[in-house]
């Protein structure tokens, strides 16, 4: 089974610039997630989706943070303008709620931001 | 109060040590524990999940639950170099949004 895709895997930005980060998750699962994780702390969620639809959105900076998922499967997340804090992994994960593992959530290997 | 609260390390020990690994949370909804392992570069990959009290075991690791206490632990016994990574311990509540609400991370290295 193939796992969660990102890319691109490292990217470098100036501040105000903008930048995308794509996922395709494991196939079949209908619940998408995109994490942040700072250097030296846990991963934070920023947006889930259930199919195409938002399920969780308190935690996204809406005014230069934004996240579709059209058709239901891959994703993108948008940052635009970029900041300095903005510097992080950002982790999207997968799962499927006929996981036997009460909704077991699969992490890809994240697209590590630079913001300079 | 952060709702879940893990010591950062990191921890050194020698190899063949048992390794103990804790966190604490504010948030007595909780009721789905688990603790995900990450290598450096790598996203976090699921090592045992918990639901409710009580422990698990998975050759090497066991993880248990104290809901009193609000204390969740991860035991590995024979330490491993390949088990040098970070571990972070994650929860959520019943129902609803599955957002899994994480600790720091501990960084740990085991020397061979």
């Known amino acids: 089974e193939a796992g969660v895709a990102q890319s691109p895997r490292y990217k470098i930005i100036e501040k105000r610039q903008s930048v995308a980060f794509w996922c395709n998750p494991i196939?079949?699962?209908?619940?998408l997630y995109w994490y942040q994780q700072i250097l030296g702390q846990g991963p934070k969620l920023l947006i889930q989706?259930?199919?195409?639809?938002?399920?969780?959105d308190s935690q996204l900076p809406k005014d230069r943070f934004s996240a579709e998922r059209l058709k239901g499967v891959d994703s993108t997340l948008k940052i635009q303008p970029a900041k300095l804090e903005d510097s992080a992994v950002y982790l999207c994960?997968?799962?499927?709620?006929?996981?036997?593992?009460?909704?077991?959530?699969?992490f890809g290997e994240g697209s590590w931001l630079t913001v300079v | 109060q952060k709702e879940v609260e893990q010591d950062p390390g990191p921890l050194s020990v020698p190899e063949g040590a048992i390794v103990s690994l804790n966190c604490t949370y504010s948030?007595?909804?909780?009721?789905?524990f688990m603790w995900y392992r990450q290598y450096s570069r790598k996203g976090p990959e699921l090592l045992m999940y918990?639901?409710?009290?009580g422990n698990k075991e998975d050759g090497r690791f066991t993880a248990q639950v104290d809901k009193s206490s609000k204390y969740i632990s991860l035991f590995i016994r024979d330490s491993q170099p390949s088990d040098s990574a970070t571990y972070l311990c994650?929860?959520?509540?019943?129902?609803?949004?599955?957002?899994?609400?994480f600790g720091k991370g501990m960084k740990l290295t085991v020397n061979p």
């Open positions: 994960a997968s799962s499927s709620r006929q996981s036997s593992s009460g909704n077991t959530i699969y």
């Open positions: 196939s079949g699962h209908a619940t």
């Open positions: 989706f259930q199919n195409n639809g938002v399920v969780d």
């Open positions: 948030n007595s909804a909780f009721q789905y």
């Open positions: 918990t639901y409710s009290s």
């Open positions: 994650a929860m959520r509540v019943q129902g609803g949004s599955e957002k899994l609400v």
